[in-house]
């Protein structure tokens, strides 16, 4: 029996079985093997600088580091430095149904909700940033009326991660299974210690976890064409091959912040684009149903047709690409911090789920988790916990 069965190969779970593996342990990863993850199909993008302040910015503040030093003793794995450009057009921002940010402009006299999010966006980066890293562009004729803020950032290619994860966790003596297990039971545990990375099949798997990890569901278009890629990346007005296309006053979070309330279903879709090995990735939709369960996936033909018709109003060519529409199931915390450490009532067990910026938290998050279980009393302090409320000094 390994020391530790890690269930899910995502990136929470690789990283963590990566980590284990260096301190000693014997690591089973168990692996659904389902097509595409959400890992595969992410943007990648490392808001590293974006935390708030605490031990979540402290957190992300050290992912550039953290995925260098990942690279250094497992190969590359897909980071680069880039530009996050956030876009937005005065229309779009006049009538933004983001509610967060809706609320910061009410409370500030004469200041529009447009020059509330760019302020607030500016003094989260500023806070890491050079002054040469966080520029206002101004609209081009190319552009059209849409603008653009630059930012220092960081990816993870989730294609070239996805690719490489495997063989990093081959050399790394991590034993990896495909298959799936059935619900998790308390004193019946399947290895001494249990890691439960399995995203939006957490729950499925121990249905007692807190209400507010939740699931959306995801989708994305999928450009695999390579020239083609090249040619809209090359020759767009708003951004640049190796960097990140987003709106400033993207919808996704406002939608998982009001999850709890939900009554029915609904959706969002805010255009963007990555780089994704040769190819690109389009656009993001995200669908939240009331409840925790993660339910059948959606209908696709309004997404995709919504999504198209997003992507049109900032680069016409781009609503009729060859792309294919794809959807997975995605874990995020409707509320709190992200929900890692041990599971109340089911000694061995813990829980490594619900991260709203993955790519900037997991590197660190799973230093810490692997420290734990290693019986590091300082590291199951420094943890956010697993439970309804967060540890001291995370609420």
Same mark, same amino acid.
């Given at each position: 029996?390994?020391?530790v ?12 079985? @990566? ?13 659904p ?18 935390? #708030? ?18 690279? %250094?003793? #497992? ?6 430095p880039?530009?996050?450009?956030l #876009?937005?057009?005065e ?9 967060? !940010? ?6 500030s ?11 607030l ?27 653009? +803020? ?10 070239q991660?996805?690719?490489?994860? *495997? ?7 991590v ?8 619900? +998790?039971?308390a004193?019946?545990? *399947?290895? /001494? /210690?249990?890691v ?8 499925? @798997?121990? &249905? ?14 999928? $450009? ?5 890629s ?5 020759s767009?007005?708003? =951004?640049? *091959?190796?960097?990140? @296309?987003? &709106?400033?006053?993207? %919808?996704?979070?406002?939608?998982? /912040?009001?999850?709890?309330q $939900? ?16 190819g690109?990735? @389009?656009?993001q939709?995200?669908?939240?149903? &009331?409840? =925790?369960?993660?339910?059948?996936? &959606?209908? =696709? ?23 294919? !529409?794809? %959807?997975?199931p ?7 911090? *992200? ?12 829980? !490594? ?5 993955? !790519?900037?938290?997991?590197p660190?998050?799973?230093e810490?988790?692997?420290?734990? $279980?290693?019986?590091?009393p300082?590291?199951?302090?420094? $943890? ?12």
């Amino acid at each position: 029996m390994a020391d530790v069965l890690v269930i899910g190969a995502g990136l929470a779970g690789s990283l963590a079985a @990566l980590a284990l593996a260096e301190r000693g342990a014997g690591v089973e990863l168990l692996d659904p093997g389902q097509g595409f993850s959400a890992t595969g199909l992410s943007y990648g993008g490392v808001p590293w600088w974006a935390g #708030h302040p605490g031990p979540l910015d402290s957190l992300m503040a050290t992912a550039p580091a953290a995925w260098r030093q990942l690279e %250094q003793r #497992h190969g590359p794995l897909g980071w680069s430095p880039c530009s996050l450009r956030l #876009h937005w057009s005065e229309a779009e921002a006049a009538g933004a149904d983001d509610q967060v !940010f809706r609320d910061r402009a009410s409370a500030s006299c004469g200041s529009s909700s447009l020059d509330q999010t760019l302020a607030l966006v500016e003094s989260l980066a500023r806070r890491h940033l050079g002054p040469d890293q966080v520029e206002r562009l101004d609209a081009s004729p190319a552009s059209g009326v849409r603008r653009v +803020l630059r930012l220092g950032y960081g990816r993870i290619d989730s294609r070239q991660l996805s690719l490489a994860l *495997p063989l990093a966790l081959e050399r790394a003596g991590v034993r990896r299974r495909r298959g799936r297990c059935g619900p +998790l039971r308390a004193g019946a545990l *399947p290895a /001494q /210690q249990v890691v439960l990375a399995a995203g939006a099949g957490c729950r499925a @798997l121990w &249905p007692a976890l807190p209400d507010r990890l939740r699931v959306s569901w995801a989708g994305v278009l999928r $450009l695999d064409d390579g020239p083609l890629s090249r040619e809209l990346l090359n020759s767009s007005a708003l =951004t640049q *091959p190796n960097d990140i @296309l987003m &709106p400033l006053v993207a %919808q996704r979070q406002g939608l998982e /912040q009001r999850a709890d309330q $939900l009554e029915r279903p609904e959706w969002i879709v805010d255009a963007g684009l990555a780089p994704w090995g040769e190819g690109l990735l @389009l656009g993001q939709s995200s669908l939240i149903r &009331p409840g =925790t369960s993660c339910g059948a996936p &959606p209908q =696709t033909a309004a997404l995709e047709l919504e999504l198209r018709r997003a992507l049109g109003r900032i680069d016409p060519r781009l609503e009729q690409v060859p792309a294919c !529409f794809e %959807q997975v199931p995605v874990s995020f915390c409707s509320s709190g911090p *992200p929900l890692v450490g041990p599971v109340a009532g089911a000694p061995g067990l813990w829980l !490594f789920a619900g991260l709203s910026s993955p !790519f900037a938290l997991a590197p660190a998050l799973a230093e810490l988790l692997a420290e734990a $279980l290693s019986g590091e009393p300082r590291a199951l302090e420094r $943890l956010p916990g697993a439970t309804t409320e967060a540890s001291p000094g995370w609420g």
